[in-house]
């Protein structure tokens, strides 16, 4: 078993997410944003849920956020998680918006010393052979 | 008065059996709660035109039953506020005459192997190459996010906390409180004394979340007959009126992306729920408020205005929730000791109460309740009365 890849559940993405997982894979950042009144929308959508203008374009975003708040599973239900514990799985609020909310796992750190507000950075990261996944970091 | 209060009653309440693994088909489940709804109310099927389940298809219900014909039916799409979203729609149907009687209905199982979504797609194993989820998933399963735990328990708890300074401690001591309901309630599945110590030496299931926060999985089917006040007066027990009642979406499905993880849904609904009635939150003399994690209770108790934001623990620690308090809260334990019905034991515990057929656990001279479910992006919720 243990020289087994183990591969977290991946996206598969859609005719409206591809471009977010194929930025993702060339390790940028993209969020769709509305051409006509500057709104980001994340999870992307076909239209622009201020305006409702479908005139919409992914834009490369700074990789900086927020941290709103967080949780570290322990109960083992995927394979994955189970060898990867423990980890934590967080809401961070990407600072191009407010709020411009964004799932994710906080890295390189522990769940001790967080904070609401704390500053984190994106980091791309192969988790597994071929898969890689917008993780962030604390920073400052 | 409002347009609302007072145009709808409940006649009667029933449960199934309830218990983990039970070696009853769902059919099975919803006859026994039918069958004790209609006995408590002494109403018969073709006294009833109006179903509403979250579990189950309505109509099909309806056939299994001899409820038919029906001139009202509602099956939900399970993206709603569980029992609260069946009841609302069973009130409304009663409220704008579509239909004399509407049981609303929950079904609910215990998971059984395989049930989970993501464990169910990862069944087949590496071999098969790596698993991929699509539609709202795809923004929080390859985090680890998919446990209702932890993208609904998990970051909400840890927000209050973070927020307001509320302590593992606080939940600890809302544990016992529920618990002590529970010892007084002989339905209780968990019924023997609970301490401090025992709460936090409790595993996490998605930290800070413990085992003791999570509402219990049972097989269990609840039933509640909805009709008109004049009607209900006709029945067997006391009619409870349906003062107000109201029901609030917030954000799309996925709760780990919530504007706001401390009030959301919860703080909409009661802004709504109060907007409706006469009565004030002094009125209330014991509330029943969802538990699917004990983190819900708390946003119930500062959303309906019973303490301020964040200060549930302090209004917990002053004894305001227990047995004898000033809102005994959860009376029939909260599902983490009755077992997950959804919010559908919230109604009819409320309903008991208000029956004065509580026994031990009776809050004395009970006339106004509070009963709610739900969180994050959908909440419901609605205030009975006596019948005065």
């Known amino acids: 078993m243990s020289d087994q890849v183990l591969y977290p559940p991946m996206p598969k993405p859609d005719s409206v997410s591809e471009f977010f997982w194929s930025g993702v894979d060339r390790h940028e950042l993209l969020i769709l944003r509305c051409q006509e009144c500057a709104t980001y929308l994340h999870p992307p959508k076909e239209v622009c849920r201020t305006c409702l203008s479908t005139n919409l374009k992914p834009e490369r975003v700074s990789g900086k956020a927020t941290l709103v708040t967080w949780t570290e599973p322990r109960k083992a239900y995927d394979p994955y998680f189970a060898a990867h514990q423990p980890y934590i799985f967080a809401t961070v609020n990407l600072v191009e918006q407010e709020p411009l909310r964004f799932a994710t796992n906080l890295v390189d750190c522990t769940g001790d010393h967080l904070r609401i507000g704390q500053p984190l950075a994106v980091t791309f990261r192969e988790v597994a052979p071929g898969c890689t996944l917008p993780l962030f970091e604390v920073v400052g | ?388």
């Open chain 2, 1 to 388: 008065m409002t347009m609302m209060q007072n145009r709808v009653a409940i006649a009667g309440v029933g449960y199934s059996e309830t218990g983990r693994m039970l070696p009853f088909s769902d059919d099975q489940l919803v006859t026994q709660a039918v069958t004790a709804a209609l006995d408590d109310a002494g109403l018969k099927q073709g006294d009833v035109d109006g179903i509403s389940t979250t579990g189950g298809v309505s109509m099909s219900i309806g056939s299994l039953l001899g409820i038919l014909p029906l001139n009202w039916f509602f099956t939900s799409s399970l993206y709603g506020p569980s029992f609260a979203e069946t009841a609302v729609m069973a009130m409304d149907a009663v409220a704008s005459g579509s239909c004399h009687a509407a049981l609303a209905l929950r079904v609910i199982r215990q998971p059984r192997a395989g049930d989970h979504p993501i464990a169910a797609i990862t069944a087949g194993g590496p071999a098969d190459g790596p698993t991929r989820v699509g539609g709202q998933q795809q923004w929080t399963a390859p985090f680890g996010g998919s446990l209702p735990a932890a993208f609904i328990g998990g970051l909400q708890m840890q927000r209050y906390m973070s927020e307001f300074g509320a302590k593992e401690e606080d939940f600890a001591r809302h544990a016992v409180v529920q618990r002590s309901h529970a010892m007084r309630n002989p339905e209780a599945l968990f019924r023997d004394p609970l301490d401090v110590d025992e709460y936090l030496a409790s595993r996490y299931v998605s930290k800070p979340v413990r085992l003791l926060d999570c509402d219990y999985p049972v097989d269990s089917a609840s039933a509640v007959i909805f009709t008109t006040p004049e009607r209900a007066r006709e029945c067997r027990k006391p009619a409870v009126l349906v003062d107000s009642w109201a029901m609030s979406a917030v954000a799309d499905i996925d709760m780990a992306l919530l504007d706001d993880f401390t009030s959301n849904a919860v703080g909409h609904c009661s802004e709504t729920l109060w907007s409706r009635t006469d009565l004030r939150p002094a009125d209330v003399d014991c509330a029943g408020l969802y538990d699917g994690f004990s983190i819900i209770t708390f946003e119930w108790l500062d959303a309906l205005g019973f303490c301020g934001r964040g200060e549930a623990p302090q209004f917990i620690n002053d004894g305001h929730t227990g047995p004898g308090g000033s809102l005994p809260t959860n009376t029939d334990g909260g599902a983490c000791n009755v077992g997950r019905r959804h919010g559908a034991n919230f109604c009819i515990e409320s309903v008991r109460q208000l029956r004065g057929e509580c026994g031990e656990r009776q809050v004395p001279g009970a006339e106004v309740a509070v009963w709610s479910n739900a969180t994050g992006s959908f909440a419901g919720a609605a205030i009975l009365t006596v019948d005065r």
